[in-house]
């Protein structure tokens, strides 16, 4: 719901009373006659024109454009109102690997921009699910922690670049996008937490191997599952291979490729986890709207000043 507020109300209790003292003395002033006659008499049978009908314009285009710039003054602020998000839900980690590997065009167009595809149809599909997301190449990198807004996460997604445009190297860190995923769940009071992971599977670099981090993960009460990305030849059964035992290990499920089949796999499994309750309010995010006042008062002014020395204009 839409609300409107003023971010310094004070400026109505100083400026208004000062243009109401202002408009009643000069209403006062023009009581005083500016030029004298003998007698009025022959005045009074004329009937009024449209220019005297419309005399009191100016003085309403003053005003309502004074009026205009008070508020703007007082910084009028646009924003929705405060939403609290409430239900039972799962706290999710996807950790996405941006190693130059991802480039390979063995999807359309290439891994990378096939796994955020995914990736985004899966938070589309989720509801009251905190997911944080993590990328990884050679090193690991956290982009957002487990939230329930949806609309930002996907703008993050969508702008995930290759390791290269970022000047990294070309290895990829599989032991360190777990561990940094588990991380981020390590404080979780969620009764389920997952991390799924979306790589290549060619492990070859990092601190951290990939069954060690999901031995970790698993002493931290995170389930891992793991969606292999065009794994094909020789190093790419090695590479299903470690992905398998890390899905094992962390009593999750290996999904090989991107079919949407598989995606709805995951989505059951998750769905089948007991889940916690969450709650999450989301803060007013305020827009100025004193430029818009700005401008009428400014036109309104504008054309009082035009009308007063013109078609209005009268004699001192």
Request: net charge neutral; proline share 4%.
């Amino acid at each position: 719901m839409p609300e409107f507020r003023f971010a310094f109300p004070a400026a109505f209790l100083v400026v208004i009373p000062a243009i109401l003292i202002y408009l009643w003395q000069r209403r006062h002033a023009r009581m005083l006659p500016g030029v004298r006659y003998s007698d009025t008499r022959l005045l009074t049978g004329l009937s009024a024109g449209l220019r005297q009908r419309l005399r009191r314009i100016p003085d309403i285009l003053l005003l309502t454009g004074t009026l205009a710039l008070i508020i703007a003054l007082a910084q009028p602020q646009a924003g929705t109102a405060t939403e609290t998000i409430q239900g039972r839900g799962i706290d999710i980690v996807i950790a996405l690997d941006i190693s130059d590997s991802m480039s390979a065009d063995d999807f359309e167009p290439n891994r990378l921009s096939a796994a955020k595809r995914v990736i985004a149809q899966f938070i589309s599909q989720r509801q009251v699910d905190r997911i944080g997301l993590v990328v990884f190449a050679e090193r690991a990198f956290y982009q957002s922690p487990p939230t329930l807004d949806y609309n930002v996460l996907l703008q993050l997604v969508d702008q995930v670049p290759f390791a290269f445009q970022l000047g990294m190297g070309d290895r990829t860190a599989v032991g360190e996008g777990i561990a940094t995923a588990a991380n981020l769940l390590r404080d979780s009071g969620a009764s389920s937490k997952i991390i799924i992971i979306l790589t290549d599977g060619e492990n070859n670099a990092g601190r951290v191997d990939p069954i060690t981090a999901a031995e970790a993960a698993r002493v931290l009460g995170i389930r891992v599952y793991v969606i292999g990305v065009g794994l094909l030849g020789p190093r790419g059964s090695e590479g299903q291979a470690t992905l398998q035992r890390v899905a094992n290990i962390g009593d999750g499920r290996y999904f090989s490729a991107l079919q949407t089949e598989d995606l709805n796999d995951i989505y059951r499994e998750i769905d089948r986890l007991e889940r916690s309750p969450i709650e999450q309010t989301f803060a007013i995010r305020w827009d100025d709207q004193a430029h818009i006042f700005i401008l009428i008062g400014l036109i309104l002014l504008l054309i009082e000043r035009i009308l007063r020395h013109t078609i209005f204009q009268t004699l001192p």
